[in-house]
């Protein structure tokens, strides 16, 4: 069984604030975890993943996250927020197992920047 | 250029008709999946395939029915037994071996 948690649906931060996104995970297995972003009326774009291997991930727009198995966390941050940033984030997981096909999302942060 | 496609974009529904949401992608993908999104609820898993002729369903399969007849395709047919259809569809898919599932831009479905 998996399970995510977004604390917040909505967050506003002013441009070139630090960028917060806070998301906690349940996994009864070794986690994948993912962060997409949606921008209105489109579909889902991966903004980067944590598999296993180095714990700080990287992903594109600036975006990085880090796994914190202790903490059961993988929190998105953003060092300084730019306007092209507002958008709803979605965080996921999927069991590391063998034939689990299943991606559980959490139910989105909309994020609001503030010029 | 490779992707996912959905068709249509829009579409709207009376009560009681059957329709069907077009997935297609040319990735060479094995696994197909539809999600239904709906505000504040997140992406639920509707049903999902790992190969041709073979699919499971997912969380909230009542009242849907897919096909996987030739891997490019996965069709996703909402069906007058769907109590409350109105949503945005998204169809997904995931290379052998990959682990990132990738989307295509959605359908809006409404039912007027």
């Known amino acids: 069984a998996q399970s995510v948690t977004q604390l917040g649906s909505h967050v506003s931060v002013s441009e070139g604030a630090l960028v917060l996104l806070r998301c906690n995970y349940s996994?009864?297995?070794?986690?994948?975890l993912f962060w997409y972003v949606q921008y209105p009326n489109q579909g889902l774009q991966l903004l980067l993943k944590?598999?296993?291997?180095?714990?700080l991930v990287k992903g594109i727009n600036g975006f990085e996250a880090e796994f914190k198995k202790s903490e059961t966390s993988f929190h998105l941050t953003k060092p300084s927020a730019h306007m092209s940033d507002a958008a709803e984030y979605f965080c996921?997981?999927?069991?590391?197992?063998?034939?689990?096909?299943?991606?559980?999302f959490g139910t989105g942060t909309r994020l609001t920047i503030i010029p | 250029d490779g992707g996912i496609t959905q068709s249509p974009k829009y579409l709207f529904r009376k009560e009681g008709q059957n329709v069907t949401l077009s997935c297609e992608q040319n990735?060479?993908?094995?696994?197909m999946y539809w999600y239904r999104q709906d505000p504040g609820q997140g992406l639920r898993l509707i049903y999902y395939s790992q190969i041709v002729n073979d699919f499971q369903k997912g969380d909230i399969a009542e009242g849907y029915s897919v096909s996987r007849e030739k891997k490019e395709s996965f069709p996703l047919t909402v069906t007058s037994a769907q109590k409350n259809p109105t949503a945005f569809y998204l169809c997904a898919s995931r290379g052998p071996g990959g682990n990132t599932i990738y989307f295509g831009e959605g359908s809006w479905l409404t039912v007027v």
């Open positions: 996994s009864s297995v070794p986690p994948y």
């Open positions: 944590y598999t296993s291997a180095a714990t």
């Open positions: 990735l060479n993908h094995d696994a």
């Open positions: 996921a997981v999927r069991g590391s197992n063998f034939g689990n096909e299943k991606l559980t």
